[in-house]
């Protein structure tokens, strides 16, 4: 199933549950999110969905997501970060999340909106650190407005204004996911204090 047919599938209780899901559940990293928001924007454009219905329910569901996020670190993710690699949980993922959050601060969460894996697991360890939740939900709320909103109408723009756009999403959504990669991959490439290459 294409990306295309997903979204038409999924609908709006789907695409609420989806991106719910990525922004809240560690093994749930892998759900293309950015994708999705663009291709509904994209369907948006052409009549598939209403676009302020749209972009209501997805800033809804990527905010509630982060939150639950951040009460399943609180609560939960102790116990669990401290447990070996498994399938469902390699900590190699959390160390690139940590090294990220502990650079950035409360900018992570906004900033890590737009990053892949990061996205799931930023407001975990928001909650694992015990960031005052008050200051937490400012962040979520800013982060979760800009990427929810932001992602939809660009392909919403695009889905009104490219004719045929829908037989381009995919190199666009490739494009998409290696730009939101390209801070971690620049960030394995810097050196530490010392001059040695780090180690992510």
């Given amino acids: 199933m294409t990306v295309l047919e997903l979204v038409k599938s ?8 989806i991106i719910f899901a990525e922004s809240s559940l560690f093994f749930s990293f ?3 999110g950015s994708s999705l928001l663009f291709t509904a924007g994209v369907l948006a454009g052409q009549g598939w969905f209403n676009i302020y219905i749209l972009v209501a329910l997805l800033a809804l569901a990527a905010i509630l997501g982060d939150s639950f996020g951040y009460w399943f670190g609180s609560k939960i993710g102790p116990a669990i970060f401290t447990k070996d690699d498994s399938r469902f949980f390699n900590k190699k993922h959390l160390k690139r999340t940590e090294l990220f959050y502990e650079k950035h601060g409360s900018k992570a969460i906004v900033i890590g ?5 990061i996205r799931t697991f930023v407001p975990m360890l928001a909650g694992i650190g015990r960031m005052k939740y008050g200051i937490f939900l ?3 709320i800013v982060g979760g407005v800009l990427w929810s909103v932001g992602v939809t109408v660009a392909g919403f723009a695009l889905g009104k204004s490219v004719s ?5 999403i995919l190199p666009i959504v490739l494009i998409i996911i290696g730009t939101s990669l390209l801070p971690v991959v620049l960030e394995s490439f810097k ?5 040695k290459q780090k180690t992510l």
């Fill in 30 to 32: 892998f759900l293309p």
């Fill in 164 to 168: 045929n756009i829908e037989h381009y």
């Fill in 10 to 17: 999924a609908g709006y209780v789907g695409l609420f549950l």
């Fill in 138 to 140: 400012v962040y979520n």
């Fill in 113 to 117: 909106r737009f990053i892949p894996i």
């Fill in 191 to 195: 050196k530490d204090d010392n001059g």
